[in-house]
């Protein structure tokens, strides 16, 4: 199943997100590592601050080993919603909003 998801970024936790998704350690948790990244990659800020992406899940709850090994480490405030299929939605990349806020804690 597609999930559309929302949550809130935990911003203290930026650069610890980046550097997982850089490092493989999120691609090589299975079974869900590499659509997690991609989905990240998929994901937005929007113009409420809001993280959004749309991921394939097979878990129930949806996203629960995701939630267990990233997501309730990096966001708060997770909200799914089943979908047909991947969504595009506005906003600024995920990636880049990250990027931004590791360089700012390293400054």
């Known amino acids: 199943m ?5 949550a809130t970024l935990t911003q203290a936790r930026a650069a610890e997100l980046l550097q997982r998704l850089q490092d493989g350690s999120i691609a090589g948790q299975r079974p869900d590592g590499p659509e997690l990244v991609a989905s990240m990659h998929r994901a937005v800020i929007n113009a ?3 993280a959004e ?4 899940c097979y878990c ?7 939630r267990a090994t ?8 997770i909200r799914t919603t089943p979908i047909d299929e991947h ?3 506005e906003g600024q990349p995920l990636m880049e909003v990250l990027r931004s806020l590791a360089a700012r804690a390293s400054a």
Request: net charge negative; no cysteine.
């Open 2 to 6: 597609i999930y559309h998801v929302t």
């Open 53 to 56: 992406w749309s991921e394939l």
């Open 70 to 77: 990233v997501l309730d480490h990096h966001f708060t405030d």
């Open 87 to 89: 969504r595009t939605v």
């Open 48 to 50: 409420e601050g809001q």
């Open 60 to 66: 129930n709850p949806p996203l629960a080993h995701e």
